[in-house]
T-cell receptor, first 112, second 112 residues
Framework: DAGVTQSPTHLIKTRGQHVTLRCSPI?????VSWYQQVLGQGPQFIFQ???????GRGNFPDRFSARQFPNYSSELNVNALLLGDSALYLC???????????FGQGTRLTVV | DAKTTQPNSMESNEEEPVHLPCNHSTISGTDYIHWYRQLPSQGPEYVIHGLTSNVNNRMASLAIAEDRKSSTLILHRATLRDAAVYYCILRRLGEYGNKLVFGAGTILRVKS
């Protein structure tokens, strides 16, 4: 069975640009969460979506947005990229919000 | 968010048991204790969770203090593949947002 898949695996962008990261949850999972992990730190919660609705938001600026599609896949969008947005972006899926979370391998974003 | 405290790093010999401590003195009655680990270049992986009683699964055991203010993750026979960052996380029952609040975790090094 396929686990959580994220694309792309690596990405280099320039300051001020926009980026879209994609996540496909495990089949049957309806909840998707996004996390940002800066080098040397634990992951920080950005968003959670369930049944296409936002169910939780972390302490991130409005430059960060996300959505969930009818097939439960999800996109994370970041506008006006800053150098500090360089991080590993992790997607996690779960059956419903309060159950075990399964993480993908992440997208490594580098902003130059 | 209730806070957990873990040692920055620990070292173990291969084939020996490892006890990873976690303090959570501000835990509330509805907080579950979760452990995740993150192997190099991978997303976090669920290990085990519990509420009040000790728990065992194929990966590890979780020992929870009677007052629930601390817990210990036990790896019965460490292998080189267990070298990872281990995160102790409190997750509130019924918290629909379902976010995982990661700290810095404990870096476990396993020597052969």
């Amino acid at each position: 069975d396929a686990g959580v898949t994220q694309s792309p695996t690596h990405l280099i962008k320039t300051r001020g640009q926009h980026v879209t990261l994609r996540c496909s949850p495990i089949s049957g999972h309806k909840s998707v969460s996004w996390y940002q992990q800066v080098l040397g730190q634990g992951p920080q919660f950005i968003f959670q979506y369930y049944e296409k609705e936002e169910r939780g938001r972390g302490n991130f600026p409005d430059r960060f947005s996300a959505r969930q599609f009818p097939n439960y896949s999800s996109e994370l969008n970041v506008n006006a990229l800053l150098l500090g947005d360089s991080a590993l972006y992790l997607c996690a899926s779960s059956l419903v919000p309060n159950t075990e979370a399964f993480f993908g391998q992440g997208t490594r974003l580098t902003v130059v | 968010d209730a806070k957990t405290t873990q040692p920055n790093s620990m070292e173990s010999n291969e084939e020996e048991p490892v006890h990873l401590p976690c303090n959570h003195s501000t835990i509330s009655g509805t907080d579950y204790i979760h452990w995740y680990r993150q192997l190099p270049s991978q997303g976090p992986e669920y290990v085990i969770h519990g509420l009040t009683s000790n728990v065992n699964n194929r990966m590890a055991s979780l020992a929870i203090a009677e007052d629930r203010k601390s817990s210990t993750l036990i790896l019965h026979r460490a292998t080189l593949r267990d070298a990872a960052v281990y995160y102790c996380i409190l997750r509130r029952l019924g918290e629909y947002g379902n976010k995982l609040v990661f700290g810095a975790g404990t870096i476990l090094r396993v020597k052969s």
